[in-house]
T-cell receptor, first 116, second 113 residues
Framework: GAVVSQHPSWVICKSGTSVKIECRSL??????MFWYRQFPKQSLMLMAT?????????EQGVEKDKFLINHASLTLSTLTVTSAHPEDSSFYIC????????????FGPGTRLTVT | GENVEQHPSTLSVQEGDSAVIKCTYS??????FPWYKQELGKRPQLIID?????GEKKDQRIAVTLNKTAKHFSLHITETQPEDSAVYFC????????????FGSGTQLTVLP
């Protein structure tokens, strides 16, 4: 149980275009989902916390107009990278927890974004 | 907010030896401390975790200790094997207003055969 999927697993896009990444909890309802970005040989950095039915909470330094997050249902959150630039190339990983009081996070397999 | 520091950044051990990775945290409201193993290009995998009401937890070759007073926790891997080679991350979950995981900077563990 507690499986989180992400789609696509990798994507290449041109500068200036937008890319949407989906994160789904397959066998549980996720009130909260988290979006992380991981650059090569670095740690996971939290970008935003996505709450079902409400606006996402962004970490300091993350542009909310550039990284659009939508959490329309208890099993799906999407991250849209708008007007992508080469410096947005990174590994994007989502995670989800079961219920508001849950500690354990279940991670998606990640999406490798390359912006050319 | 929470700040998690992790040491060392790289660690090489001979197969069969033990490996220890240490982390410190700053937020006294943190009460859950997971450890993840991440292989290149893959998702982090939870290998062990500990809650703040426990001082030590063991699962076969892996153990974690927590010193709440000193705000530090450690991962111990005994009888290391080449397949243990990966990047290991500690993390702290704050039960305060933020309610999120903060990760350490990672340790590249290499087990030499």
């Amino acid at each position: 149980g507690a499986v989180v999927s992400q789609h696509p697993s990798w994507v290449i896009c041109k500068s200036g275009t937008s890319v949407k990444i989906e994160c789904r909890s397959l066998d549980f309802q996720a009130t909260t989902m988290f979006w992380y970005r991981q650059f090569p040989k670095q740690s996971l950095m939290l970008m935003a916390t996505s709450n079902e039915g409400s606006k996402a909470t962004y970490e300091q330094g993350v542009e909310k107009d550039k990284f659009l997050i939508n959490h329309a249902s208890l099993t799906l959150s999407t991250l849209t990278v708008t007007s992508a630039h080469p410096e947005d190339s990174s590994f994007y990983i989502c995670s989800a927890g079961e219920g508001r009081g849950a500690y354990e996070q279940y991670f998606g397999p990640g999406t490798r974004l390359t912006v050319t | 907010g929470e700040n998690v520091e992790q040491h060392p950044s790289t660690l090489s051990v001979q197969e069969g030896d033990s490996a220890v990775i240490k982390c410190t945290y700053s937020d006294s409201a943190s009460n859950y401390f997971p450890w993840y193993k991440q292989e290149l290009g893959k998702r982090p995998q939870l290998i062990i975790d500990i809650r703040s009401n426990v001082g030590e937890k063991k699962d076969q070759r892996i153990a974690v200790t927590l010193n709440k007073t000193a705000k530090h926790f450690s991962l111990h891997i005994t009888e290391t094997q080449p397949e243990d080679s990966a990047v290991y991350f500690c993390a702290a979950f704050s039960s305060g207003s933020a309610r999120q995981l903060t990760f350490g900077s990672g340790t590249q563990l290499t087990v030499l055969p």
